[in-house]
């Protein structure tokens, strides 16, 4: 993992990809905003969540973004997932890849944007970035060597619908999931709110202004499957959340996350870190072509 | 299998490495750097909008500093302009209505490459314009004649 990091690393720096852009990053850690990323800009992501489960050991889950702005329309992403499960094992649990798309050129009342994500994991994957189905805390009880084992390669598709209003954001996601294999559609839930801690800009360079504050709340959750669609044995979670925006292109956020019935797990914390590397497009592609322009 | 399953997503990364670049070097259509043809499209609600924040005096450094986190990586670091987006000391935009530039960041032009930043809360994106448009035009700047040694 750590080679892999440094690697990374090496190859972000041998580009020399130094120019940084800030972010205006959302706390949400489950739910999406219809705020793309800027065109030629890389986003490297790492973020944990830490579970708490009755009936079985704590775990910690972890996974990698690679977020890019393809065009000023499309975002796309790789995640690469894996997990701790303490007094257990550490194990690589998959890769989701994921686009979204702006079908309409202007900013409306409300934004729709389609998500269409095709993930690979095993069924050991902790890191609940959705819930959907009949997703319940006891599904994490099966330990590792056993969970892996299990290879779930789905379809999942969102219709992500988001309005700006006054400093405010809103959003709302509705989640199918199709299991590639003969099982049924799932479904889920996202809802987001969230705001700047102030909407005026500061008039010095600061890392501590209220600006680069925004605090926020989320609730996500369940909805069954296509044979028993509702709430019968789901699970669903409220979050609030807060992200630091560095003027410097880190973000860094933080988000407790409480279950709110039996199937739930009682107790999540996410945090997480990134960094906003601008033009990194046209970077590669100068690579490519071995010339300046 | 682990064999197999590195290979796939080397594969799936390097393949979409390959088609981004592709995506990247090849630009949307843009319009030539002086086409400002957008700004007229603003509607007569936006345009006939006043900047709120024209007599804030903390709106011009403030707009400057967002200007140089969000804006210049495309229009440059002195607003004019680069191979990815054109000058914003163009006599157009200088002389543009406040409320059609606060429709274009609002909006984007997404076809064309420009994102939209209604992500800014509205009094931001209000001292993005005062900065810009306290610029002047390039001309002044740019034409002046090299000093002699």
């Known amino acids: ?293 | 299998m682990r064999i197999v399953a590195v290979a796939g997503i080397s594969t799936l990364l390097l393949t979409s490495l390959c088609f981004l670049c592709a995506a990247q070097s090849k630009p949307e259509k843009t319009g030539p750097p002086s086409d400002f043809s957008e700004l007229e499209k603003a509607p007569a609600k936006y345009r006939a909008k006043t900047n709120p924040l024209s007599k804030d005096k903390d709106s011009i450094p403030a707009g400057k500093i967002l200007f140089e986190e969000h804006c210049a990586e495309c229009h440059g670091e002195t607003a004019s302009g680069t191979k990815k987006a054109p000058s914003l000391r163009a006599q157009e935009v200088q002389t543009a209505p406040p409320g059609s530039l606060f429709w274009i960041l609002s909006n984007g032009i997404v076809r064309k490459g420009m994102p939209v930043w209604s992500k800014l809360p509205e009094p931001q994106r209000w001292q993005l314009i005062s900065f810009i448009q306290s610029l002047g035009p390039a001309e002044a700047v740019e034409n002046k004649p090299p000093a002699k040694p």
């Open chain 1, 1 to 293: 993992m750590y080679t892999s990091l440094r690697f990374l690393l090496l190859a972000l720096l041998s580009l020399g990809a130094t120019q940084f852009l800030r972010a205006q990053e959302n706390p949400y850690m489950v739910a999406y905003d219809h705020n793309l990323e800027e065109p030629g800009s890389l986003e490297v992501e790492y973020f944990s969540t830490f579970g708490t489960q009755r009936g079985g050991p704590n775990f910690h889950a972890f996974w990698s973004e690679f977020e890019y702005g393809a065009t000023a329309w499309w975002t796309t992403e790789l995640y690469l997932s894996g997990q701790t499960t303490f007094g257990d094992s550490t194990v690589f649990t998959g890769y989701r890849w994921e686009n979204r798309v702006r079908p309409l050129k202007n900013e409306h009342w409300i934004n729709p944007v389609l998500y269409v994500e095709f993930e690979d994991i095993n069924g050991a994957d902790k890191i609940l970035k959705e819930v959907e189905g009949h997703d319940v805390e006891s599904d994490f009880l099966t330990p590792n060597a056993e969970a892996r084992r299990e290879r779930n390669r789905e379809l999942e598709l969102k219709l992500i619908l988001s309005s700006n209003y006054k400093g405010w954001n809103f959003t709302e996601n509705t989640l199918a999931v199709k299991n590639l294999s003969n099982e049924p559609w799932e479904f889920g839930y996202a809802l987001g709110a969230s705001r700047p801690l102030t909407l005026k800009g500061a008039a010095q360079k600061c890392n501590f202004c209220l600006q680069h504050f925004i605090a926020g709340v989320e609730m996500y959750g369940g909805l069954g499957d296509r044979y028993s669609f509702g709430l019968h044995n789901t699970s669903h979670y409220l979050a609030p959340g807060l992200a630091w925006n560095l003027p410097s292109g880190w973000t860094f956020k933080i988000e407790p996350s409480f279950g709110l019935n039996d199937n739930s797990h009682q107790f999540l914390l996410r945090w997480g870190v990134s960094y906003e590397i601008s033009g990194f497009g046209q970077k590669v592609s100068q690579l490519f072509k071995g010339k300046n322009e």
